[in-house]
């Protein structure tokens, strides 16, 4: 592995489980057993490192989100496979996601947390022109931001013990009974 990746790779946990502000580049560089100039010289400052480990999750979010244009959430079975993709997001980019929800406090100082609240509100944006009702609405949203905060919760909640692919249809079964769907997917296997 090379000494950017494994300093993303470590930047990515760090900033994930002690937070963006309670971690220094120096940190970073015990951790990698690299110099600090070294960290400084694949990035330039914290926040291009946040930029930098947040960019595949955020890529991958964007297109999950832009998916939405060609596949309105108008119908059940949209809304039931986004739940699918979403839930496989969540466990793909488990560590981003934990950054992205516990500093929407920072989007003003760092362009990937930016973008990153642009994304769902892009997402929020499409659910709402759906045409369900606020209940409805509301259900998904919970559904969503559950799923999303069990993920990122997982050390207090005890679902890091569980392997990704035990995980992936237990969470899936979750949020698909979270938002009703789960009749609409038995009715569409039958």
Same mark, same amino acid.
């Given at each position: ?85 979403? *839930? ?53 949203? *919970? ?40 009749? *609409? ?6």
């Amino acid at each position: 592995m090379s000494a950017h990746d494994l300093i993303e790779r470590i930047a990515l946990e760090r900033f994930a489980l002690r937070g963006i502000e309670a971690t220094t580049i120096q940190d970073i560089a015990d951790s990698a057993e690299v110099s600090k100039a070294s960290v400084l010289y694949h990035f330039s400052s914290k926040e291009h490192l946040v930029d930098s480990v947040l960019e595949h999750a955020l890529t991958d979010l964007e297109s999950l989100v832009s998916s939405l244009t060609s596949t309105p959430l108008d119908s059940a079975e949209a809304r039931s496979e986004f739940l699918d993709r979403f *839930v496989d997001f969540l466990i793909t980019h488990r560590l981003a996601s934990h950054i992205v929800v516990s500093h929407p406090y920072l989007s003003d100082q760092i362009h990937s947390l930016r973008r990153a609240s642009a994304l769902m509100g892009a997402l929020a944006e499409h659910l709402s022109q759906a045409g369900l009702a606020e209940y409805e609405r509301l259900r998904f949203g *919970v559904a969503v931001s559950g799923a999303t905060y069990a993920l990122v919760s997982a050390g207090q909640l005890g679902v890091e013990r569980v392997p990704d692919d035990q995980l992936r249809p237990l969470l899936t079964s979750v949020v698909q009974d979270m938002t009703g769907l789960t009749s *609409v997917r038995e009715q569409v296997a039958l």
